[in-house]
């Protein structure tokens, strides 16, 4: 009998680890969400092409004012030799043939803030780049910063979408495995029941078990979440340069608070259902 319980205990315990494994995935995935909405908006390029009597000496210092400014993320100098190069990459080596000088101007590759990856913030930017004397155009893809933003919101609406129906199948699995676990057990609560132990001193050592059982299964869900964790950081390096590692504590303590609860809260229900059947009832 003890090895029969203990082989149910230990079955319940890893169908919840591996049940709140995927809630600490799903919460991870949530946590982020920010950080990889603006990690893509951070990595769109705005051109600013300077004119062509302007140095590179005063491009530079042009770009020294732009790190300064509130809504600049990065800016990266293209030289004019840098510029040839591209071109003729693109377009040949002897595409510079039929100029007599370099058409190609100095320019400045400026990576947005993510507040202002949006089309009427864009305009103000472009604005206030455009002001300076030294700027001839400042280029950017308008539609692709509404396609950037329209992709985003769907991509977070169907993530909320799959996150609480995986939450939901969560509930619904860890539910039924602490109701089968309890309702094995449930002559036992009969017995109490006909020696006159009230309902609170009978759901009383079920609840502490309940929470044990909760507490142990989301320490190894969170060990295994971990080792996942680590080993995409050694395999997928630049993934890691969207998710926050220093959320990690926010998504445990998500899924140690899932398991302690649903866990807690389905043993609770069966137990009062049970404590309420009566005999006949126990054999179905």
């Not at 210092?61 to 510029?83: A, P």
């Not at 909760?214 to 390096?237: C, D, K, N, P, Q």
């Not at 590692?245 to 389905?266: E, K, N, P, R, Y």
Request: with cysteine; hydrophobic share 50%; net charge negative.
């Amino acid at each position: 009998m003890r090895r029969r319980l203990a082989n149910a205990y230990l079955s319940s315990v890893i169908s919840i680890s591996l049940v709140l494994l995927l809630v600490g995935l799903a919460s991870m995935l949530l946590v982020n969400a920010k950080g990889v909405s603006n990690y893509f908006k951070e990595n769109m390029q705005v051109t600013v092409m300077m004119k062509q009597n302007v140095t590179e000496e005063e491009a530079v210092e042009f770009q020294d004012v732009l790190d300064g400014e509130r809504f600049i993320g990065s800016t990266t100098l293209v030289t004019r030799e840098q510029g040839r190069r591209e071109m003729e990459d693109l377009l040949g080596e002897d595409f510079l043939d039929i100029f007599e000088t370099s058409p190609i101007p100095v320019s400045i590759e400026v990576t947005l803030k993510a507040d202002y990856v949006s089309v009427d913030s864009l305009e103000v930017v472009k604005e206030a780049i455009s002001a300076s004397d030294l700027v001839d155009e400042v280029e950017y893809q308008s539609s692709l910063v509404d396609a950037l933003n329209a992709n985003l919101n769907r991509i977070s609406m169907i993530m909320g979408v799959f996150i609480a129906l995986l939450l939901f199948i969560s509930y619904v699995l860890i539910n039924n495995t602490v109701r089968l676990n309890v309702f094995s057990r449930r002559f036992t609560i009969h017995t109490m029941k006909l020696v006159g132990a009230t309902r609170s001193f009978i759901r009383a050592p079920f609840l502490v078990q309940a929470a044990f059982q909760g507490v142990f299964s989301a320490f190894i869900a969170i060990i295994a979440l971990v080792g996942i964790l680590y080993f995409m950081r050694s395999e997928f390096e630049q993934l890691f340069e969207i998710f926050r590692l220093d959320l990690l504590l926010t998504v445990m303590a998500i899924v140690l608070v899932s398991g302690l609860v649903i866990c807690m809260t389905s043993t609770w229900f069966v137990v009062n259902r049970l404590v309420s059947l009566r005999k006949d009832d126990l054999y179905y």
